[in-house]
């Protein structure tokens, strides 16, 4: 009795939980969306763009290596920490001043991008899309600090939310979005309308407030901050049993969906699907398809625990990637490519939510979200380099021989997680 009216008291002197405003979790997903715009512009849309040229295979293939930008991100980080915007922009504040020199640079690299012409000369388009993919993760750098120092800890799950819905509706409009306008407009036209859309993000930060704890009364030097970020997360990491094995399980485990992702807007051109029905498949259908896979992959780890569904789940993703190799018999079928890619984005939310909830799980909490930002820098390696070598492979091979080399390339990061569950399981696996 006398403990259950010490926790009754405990808990009458816990504070309220803090309310969210609705002011900034709309400006929260304003800013999502400005994070999502650029991705699929040097993604997916981009090599729709070089495909409709007539381009080669291998120079399709290199746009994978154009978004390293995001994979290497966490290096240059601390600038943004240690020095103060320029003069002009001082006045509103560290990460407001920063993060309204970089909106302004991506607009104008969308711009850049939507007026250059692969078609007479690829080098610049490609050169402007690793620009843009640059400063877009720079913008992704500023606004996560802005989320963090301006949501109290239990509202963070709400303003993630928030982002996460802007993101994903970036990601529509500016992949299945663009490509149907583009047949209509054309290409520079419908991308340029993306760097007007791209003004919303420096509305939204001109509205944010600038977060009371961005300022750093004793800042440290570079190199030092750089070893306190990045040196001893890392250093903790390494030292556990078998980091060397998980980190390869990491870096491959998205190898196969790498190769053949960087390949699908030219195959599908190449079955004789038109634009508007590429931008049917990979739209709404897909993202849906996306959502739902992400939702049942957390029921899954909550059922079963976190080490099995993500066996479970990459080896459906696996076996999900033998949807391409069967479509090239069904080609000019809309239903089919319909089907391929709603399996496929099923399959990719399916295996996320057991893959994330794995890396989050291997963060030590004294270093948390460094960790995960190293570890989730790993996830897409294999995708922006090894990935660049997709349009040499599947030039020498033909797409369909191609699509199931993918598959196989799958299987060894299945074969580490088999290793992994039996010497070095996730917590929840541990007798």
Same mark, same amino acid.
């Given at each position: ?19 969210? &405003? ?8 304003? $800013? ?101 993919? !640059?400063? &877009? ?11 963090? @120092? ?12 928030? /982002? ?14 663009? =490509?149907?306008? &583009?047949? %209509? ?18 509305? +939204?930060?001109?509205?944010?407030? @600038?977060?009371?704890?961005? +300022?750093? @009364? ?28 998980? =980190?390869?399980?990491?870096? $491959? ?13 030219? /195959?599908?051109? /190449? ?8 931008? *049917? ?10 959502? *739902? ?36 018999? !069904? %080609? ?6 319909? +089907?391929?890619?709603?399996? @496929? ?5 399916? +295996? ?6 794995? $890396? ?11 960790? /995960?930002?190293?570890?989730?820098? $790993? ?20 797409? =369909? ?17 088999? =290793? ?12």
């Amino acid at each position: 009795m006398t403990r259950r009216r010490a926790a009754l008291a405990e808990y009458a002197r816990m504070e309220p939980a803090p309310k969210i &405003s609705p002011k900034l979790l709309g400006l929260m997903t304003v $800013l999502g969306f400005s994070s999502g715009l650029p991705l699929a512009l040097s993604g997916f849309t981009l090599r729709m763009w070089l495909t409709s040229e007539h381009l080669g295979l291998g120079v399709i293939g290199l746009t994978a290596n154009i978004g390293l930008a995001y994979s290497l991100k966490f290096l240059w980080a601390p600038v943004f920490d240690e020095l103060a915007p320029p003069v002009g922009l001082r006045r509103f504040g560290r990460r407001r001043g920063w993060l309204l020199l970089v909106q302004a640079l991506l607009a104008l690299a969308i711009a850049a991008l939507a007026l250059s012409d692969p078609g007479s000369g690829v080098g610049p388009t490609l050169t402007i899309g690793a620009c843009l993919a !640059f400063i &877009s993760a720079s913008q992704d750098i500023l606004i996560d600090a802005w989320r963090i @120092e301006t949501f109290a800890p239990r509202l963070q799950g709400a303003a993630l939310a928030g /982002y996460v819905w802007g993101y994903r509706g970036a990601l529509l409009i500016s992949g299945a979005g663009v =490509i149907a306008w &583009s047949s %209509s407009i054309g290409w520079d036209r419908a991308i340029l309308a993306m760097a007007v859309l791209a003004l919303l993000g420096p509305l +939204a930060t001109l509205l944010a407030p @600038e977060p009371g704890r961005s +300022a750093h @009364e004793t800042p440290l030097g570079f190199a030092a901050r750089f070893a306190d970020a990045v040196r001893a997360p890392l250093q903790e990491f390494l030292s556990r049993r078998g980091a060397l094995v998980i =980190i390869a399980f990491i870096i $491959l485990f998205r190898l196969g969906e790498a190769l053949a992702g960087v390949m699908v807007a030219p /195959y599908y051109t /190449y079955l004789g699907f038109n634009r508007a029905v590429i931008a *049917v498949a990979n739209g709404p259908i897909s993202l849906a398809m996306t959502l *739902v896979g992400a939702a049942l992959g957390g029921w899954l780890v909550a059922r079963i625990g976190v080490g099995r569904a993500l066996l479970l789940t990459g080896f459906f993703q696996t076996a999900a990637l033998l949807m391409y190799p069967a479509l090239g018999l !069904f %080609s000019h079928q809309p239903h089919m490519l319909i +089907a391929t890619s709603a399996l @496929e984005s099923f399959a990719e939310g399916f +295996a996320d939510a057991a893959f994330l909830t794995y $890396l989050s799980g291997l963060c030590n909490i004294a270093f948390t979200a460094t960790q /995960y930002a190293l570890l989730s820098s $790993l996830a897409p390696l294999a995708l922006r380099t090894i990935g660049g070598l997709s349009g040499f492979i599947a030039a020498a091979t033909g797409f =369909i021989p191609f699509f199931i080399i993918t598959t196989f390339a799958a299987l060894p990061a299945m074969a580490l997680m088999l =290793i992994i569950l039996k010497f070095y399981p996730p917590a929840d696996t541990r007798r």
